[in-house]
């Protein structure tokens, strides 16, 4: 963008949203809004506690463990969908529905199986995350050109070769395309899974800040959590690029 | 493409294929696809060793799935298919499968391609990549060993495909209208390099297309096949003297008879 004849960074239009936030909160209209330089020292203060890291580490754990055994058992799903008609037929239907449903009307259930702790968190970043990972898996491997199996088999590949060797891989842009979009269902997983919980990671400090009026320290975290989102968008963008030339160049 | 000129002496043409040692026979093939569309009728056919047969006929007479049927890609619905005297219901190490559109790996490189049958025999990453190189020059490929398939034409990525059939060394190449995805100009010289590779490698060919100067061109035997249901409708041995220039074999008398024979055999079964 420019102005004036002056090229502006990236992301400088953050700087004029930061200028208005700050006079919203020093105006002291609404109790929301602390002023922009009350959050960021809030922020400052936050990253040197202790119980913000044990939170974070709590998050980040138990988003990956959801996430492995999310992708783990959705490609295996989606596999199982893209080659057994059977299968497809029996799960198909649920799988979508999970899929479009508001998971997280779930989460108060998972609650009361799983225990007010770090086990239910990652089961819904868990369930969040692998319909859609088994979706696009199918829909790989469902598209894979059917003289590549033939091929395999015609040089002699067994059961195992076929999987290992021609299916994973030609349905690998889908796959990974699933994970992406698994990634962004994850985060949200474990930022409402935390938040309904409220007793442990993020969703505890959000509690305490939010029942004691402490709005410095609440947007202060609600900033560490969209950057923790972005992170994870933006990583998975870098990865997506490479998958997308992949993609591009099949037969 | 060929680095070898030597000329072989020329395979015995005609009835005399007859009396050759069959490699390959199918007895009583009938193939039905699921609501009734009965593909190939009661086809007893023999393959002679060392011979390039063609099985030439309309759009949907069943040519491919005999093919893959001799293949072991496809169950017959009855009639037995032999190799070698041996009843086979299954892919074999005897023979090996050219794909009509190339079927190649687009993860993986020109090398690991042409070396994948070796690689699901087990061979040694080292040993199947040296014997790899070698098909790779055969087929003109040399210096492409490291590009993935999406990096060559259509006419190399069938050289690809035809380097990975032949770098398993069966006796019998089954080959699924190979050329029917590459331009006019490659096709050409993809038939004239087809046929300098027979003199050196010694196979036995089985050879689908729907196109009769190509099989003429190519053939020792053509097997004319009928409408659907497929049946052996005829078949034909052209007598063409193939040691002259690509030219003079398309202008030769025989060859443009043989074509002709073959065009007014199939006329009936055109609409």
Known sequence: MTLFGYRLPMMSSLIVWCLIWEIVGRLELVLLFPPFSGVLAALVDLVQTQKFWDATWTTISTFCIGMVLAIVCGVALGVLMGRVKAAENLLGMWVNVFASAPLSALVPVLMILFGMGAKTIVVSVFLFAIWIIALDTQAGVKHITPSLIDMARSFGAGRRDIYAKIILWAALPEILAGIRLGFIRGVKGVVIGQLLVSIIGYGELFEIYSRSFLMEDFWALTIVLFAFALLVAELVGMLEKRIEYYAGVRQ | ?271
Request: with cysteine; aromatic share 8%; net charge neutral.
């Open chain 2, 1 to 271: 493409m060929v680095a070898v000129t030597r000329k072989f002496p020329r395979e015995p043409h005609g009835e005399d294929m007859a009396s050759l040692e069959s490699i390959i026979s199918v007895r009583g093939i009938n193939k039905v696809y699921p609501g009734q569309v009965h593909a190939l009728k009661d086809v007893d056919l023999d393959f002679p060793a060392g011979a390039l047969t063609t099985l030439l006929g309309p759009s949907g007479c069943g040519k491919t799935t005999l093919l893959k049927i001799i293949a072991g890609l496809l169950a017959p619905t009855t009639g037995d298919v032999l190799v070698k005297g041996k009843k086979v219901t299954a892919p074999g190490p005897e023979r090996a499968f050219v794909f009509q559109d190339f079927a190649l790996m687009p993860w993986a490189t020109v090398l690991r391609n042409v070396g994948f049958g070796l690689e699901l025999r087990g061979l040694a990453e080292a040993k199947r990549n040296e014997i790899a190189r070698r098909y790779i020059k055969q087929v003109g490929l040399s210096g492409f060993e490291d590009k993935y398939p999406h990096e060559l034409s259509g006419g190399m990525r069938q050289r690809v495909g035809l380097a990975r059939a032949l770098a398993v060394d069966a006796d019998v190449l089954l080959l699924d209208e190979p050329f029917s995805a590459v331009d006019e100009q490659n096709r050409r010289k993809f038939q004239e390099d087809l046929l300098r590779l027979r003199e050196i490698e010694r196979k036995t060919f089985i050879f689908v297309t729907h196109s009769i100067e190509e099989a003429v061109y190519l053939s020792d035997r053509i097997v004319l096949l009928s409408r659907r249901p497929g049946q052996v409708s005829q078949i034909i041995a052209p007598q063409i003297d193939r040691s002259g220039t690509p030219d003079e074999i398309r202008r030769d008398r025989a060859y443009l008879d043989t074509v002709e024979e073959i065009w007014q055999g199939l006329r009936q079964f055109v609409d």
